[in-house]
């Protein structure tokens, strides 16, 4: 049966499971820190309320972290100071994007601080370092205000997504940090974005500050809360946003397996970019019942191997089909199942971080195949989507770094999606908000708050055919 999911993930009731580490070429990333008090590794997680067993003490508050004058001299000096990826993408958006409007992009998380830093950030030259930044970019590429949209499909020599790399590198600082729970992230970590992290106070950062280090960028916590509930749906905090998705996904996952108790089951990342639970999930790759795969575009999953070849217990990677798919032109599915997976069983089909990066159309055809074509067993699709709000927000920065949202998918509302499912023959499982799993998710302090801030509207989502729902 398929009873546990349809329970909120995470429950105190759940199922518990035990993350195994894989042998890899380099113990010293494979370790994450857990200086500063910590009295629980997460990322060996024994049951799902873990994050929260911490001892982690507060500070006194620092008054500087919130003068604006000072977070403007930080800002500058770290775009100016900038290396690799980072810098280059800094440099394609300062070309794209006038420096009012990205001035107030920036500032926009600020709360009431906003006008001050915008003020400070204009005084100090932001403009003029603007200008600098442009004229590299113009210098590198002078056809173009910005990057070429990228075939990420196709396009295996660039190694695919910028944002998946970006992504991933999130959960390695995160397990680094000693909560997150992706142990293999390290192989596909962007060591330009590692260095934008530790100019804002590293790892260890998160002990003296008592907080992300990354939100004293915009203030500190309380800053950042502000900012949290005056605009909802706006990712605040793009770091624990990511260590929530991640280990919802990896609870859905586990519980799927676990439901079907040892009989025959498929598990699909579907767009899997540098996600490696099949490989670090115990519960997942030691069910041999469980016929595991990974579908992607070619430039991303061969880069992907090629840093797997990094770790050198491989024997696993033998439970995992990759199939290479362009999905501008073939059938996903179609290719799945040439690798052997068996639509007729339970299957589970993972969307992570997909959705804003697809027309509407092809949304709609994803859902109506699954709905149609695996209708004999139970199917279920985890994924998240973003909101108005935060896609208008976000917009111009992803055109020109040449991965833009597509603007069909980000104008869709939380009930537009559960409209749109539902339209297309499945069922809402479970649809919430980040934020509803905080306590579940993000370590706490000794003062009951959070190190971090989430989301607070509807962004996480599974949908069920009738054979779960109703099975």
Not at 6 to 11: A, V
Not at 88 to 110: S, Y
Not at 129 to 158: F, H, M, T, Y
Not at 399 to 419: I, K, N, Q, R, Y
Request: aromatic share 6%; with cysteine; proline share 5%.
């Amino acid at each position: 049966t398929m009873s546990s999911l349809r329970t909120p993930c995470g429950s105190a009731d759940a199922e518990t499971s035990t993350s195994k580490t894989l042998s890899t070429a380099s113990a010293e990333t494979d370790t994450p820190n857990l200086a500063g008090g910590y009295t629980l590794n997460v990322a060996v997680r024994p049951d799902k309320l873990a994050a929260r067993h911490w001892t982690l003490q507060v500070p006194e508050i620092d008054a500087a972290v919130s003068d604006p004058e000072r977070i403007a001299r930080k800002m500058i000096v770290d775009m100016r100071e900038s290396q690799g990826e980072v810098k280059a993408c800094l440099a394609v958006v300062a070309r794209g994007i006038p420096p009012p409007e990205l001035r107030r992009m920036l500032c926009h998380n600020m709360g009431d601080l906003k006008g001050g830093v915008e003020e400070h950030l204009e005084r100090l030259g932001f403009t003029d370092l603007c200008s600098e930044l442009a004229a590299q970019a113009a210098s590198s590429d002078p056809g173009r205000k910005s990057r070429a949209v990228r075939n990420i499909s196709v396009d295996a020599e660039a190694g695919g997504s910028l944002t998946a790399v970006g992504v991933n590198t999130m959960r390695h600082l995160c397990y680094l940090m000693g909560f997150g729970p992706d142990n293999l992230a390290w192989l596909g970590k962007n060591d330009s974005a590692m260095a934008w992290f530790e100019s804002a106070g590293g790892v260890e950062g998160l002990r003296t500050m008592g907080y992300l280090p990354h939100l004293s960028r915009v203030g500190g916590l309380d800053i950042a809360r502000a900012a949290q509930r005056e605009h909802p749906g706006v990712f605040v905090d793009l770091m624990s946003y990511m260590q929530a998705r991640t280990c919802w996904i990896d609870d859905v996952v586990e519980r799927f397996v676990g439901d079907c108790a040892g009989a025959a089951a498929n598990v699909v990342l579907l767009g899997a970019g540098w996600d490696f639970r099949l490989l670090r999930l115990h519960a997942v790759f030691g069910d041999a019942n469980c016929m595991l795969y990974e579908v992607d575009a070619p430039g991303t999953q061969q880069a992907k191997l090629k840093a797997l070849d990094r770790v050198e217990d491989k024997e696993r990677f033998t439970r995992v089909a990759y199939v290479q798919c362009d999905f501008a032109s073939e059938c996903w599915r179609d290719k799945a199942v040439a690798a052997g997976l068996d639509t007729s069983k339970a299957t589970l089909i993972v969307w992570e971080g997909v959705t804003a990066y697809l027309e509407l159309d092809a949304v709609q055809r994803t859902l109506s195949d699954v709905a149609e074509r695996f209708a004999e067993a139970p199917c279920c699709m985890a994924f998240d989507h973003i909101n108005p709000q935060w896609g208008l927000l976000q917009a111009p920065a992803m055109v020109a770094l040449g991965e833009p949202f597509c603007p069909s998918t980000m104008a869709l509302t939380p009930l537009d999606w559960e409209d749109l499912v539902r339209g297309c023959g499945l069922r809402v499982v479970e649809h919430f908000a980040p934020a509803d799993r905080e306590d579940l998710y993000l370590p706490a302090r000794s003062d009951g708050k959070s190190v971090g801030v989430l989301p607070q509207v509807e962004l996480m989502m599974v949908a069920g055919n009738s054979a779960l729902v109703d099975g």
